[in-house]
């Protein structure tokens, strides 16, 4: 299964939807346009360290974001320069 999940072709089909929801506003987010730049290289270094087992993520920060009808939304983050992904100080 995690051959299938870790393929470049899969994580790039997870990367076209990242980026279909992103758009629907007709404007990237920051994160999405910084993501962007070299994401083939970086979707094959996550895929290569996703098979031979060294990704290690990043430490996740919980942040609690309200919403416009007063409802709270729970996102964990990664904070900048975490985790063994060496594609990630340029992501934040």
């Known amino acids: ?3 299938r999940v870790a393929a470049p072709s899969a994580l790039a089909a997870a ?11 007709e404007v990237l987010s920051t994160g999405v346009q910084r993501f962007g730049k070299g994401v ?3 979707l094959a270094e996550l895929s ?3 098979l031979d087992g060294s990704y290690e993520p990043g430490v ?3 942040v609690v ?3 416009a009808d007063g409802g709270e939304r729970v996102l964990r983050v990664r904070a900048c320069g975490t985790g ?3 594609g ?3 992501a934040c």
């Open 65 to 67: 974001t309200t919403d």
């Open 88 to 90: 990630r100080s340029s």
């Open 15 to 25: 990367w076209a939807d990242v980026l279909l929801a992103d758009a629907r506003d």
């Open 84 to 86: 063994s992904w060496s």
């Open 40 to 42: 083939e290289g970086r």
């Open 48 to 50: 290569a360290q996703l």
């Open 60 to 62: 996740l920060t919980e």
């Open 1 to 3: 299964m995690l051959n």
